[in-house]
Nanobody
Framework: EVQLVESGGGLVQAGGSLRLSCATS????????VGWFRQAPGKERQAVSC????????NYADSVKGRFTISSDNAKNTVYLQMNSLNSEDTAVYFC??????????????????????WGQGTLVTVSS
């Protein structure tokens, strides 16, 4: 069974940091790209970052560039999202998703969320001001 399980969310003050984890199972990790998306109350889902686990190619939304870093541990089949300098606009439920590596190959596919095949249940990040 293909599974993605997020963890690491919580309450943090503005300016603080959190690290999210996405533990994957049930598929060949190197064959997929894994991404992070978020959805704030009343807003549309937004792409945050992605990584192609075979070649470490990454993409970031403009709103998180320079603050968030995505990485993968192929031995643990886990993808991480290090989030620094958090602000209230980062408050959202964060989801990880996996799919064809084409999803992370360029802005068009990344921002649209095309080629994604499986999603996690989400983890809530709340940034207090």
């Amino acid at each position: 069974e293909v599974q993605l399980v997020e963890s690491g969310g919580g309450l943090v003050q503005a300016g603080g940091s959190l690290r999210l984890s996405c533990a994957t199972s049930g598929f060949t990790f190197d064959d997929y790209a894994v991404g992070w998306f978020r959805q704030a109350p009343g807003k549309e889902r937004q792409a945050v970052s992605c990584i192609s686990t075979s070649d470490d190619n990454t993409n970031y939304a403009d709103s998180v560039k320079g603050r968030f870093t995505i990485s993968s541990d192929n031995a643990k089949n886990t993808v991480y999202l290090q989030m620094n300098s958090l602000n209230s606009e980062d408050t959202a439920v964060y989801f990880c998703a996996a799919g064809n590596p084409r999803f992370c190959s360029g802005d068009y596919y990344f921002l649209s969320g095309m080629y994604l095949e499986v999603w996690g249940q989400g983890t809530l990040v709340t940034v207090s001001s």
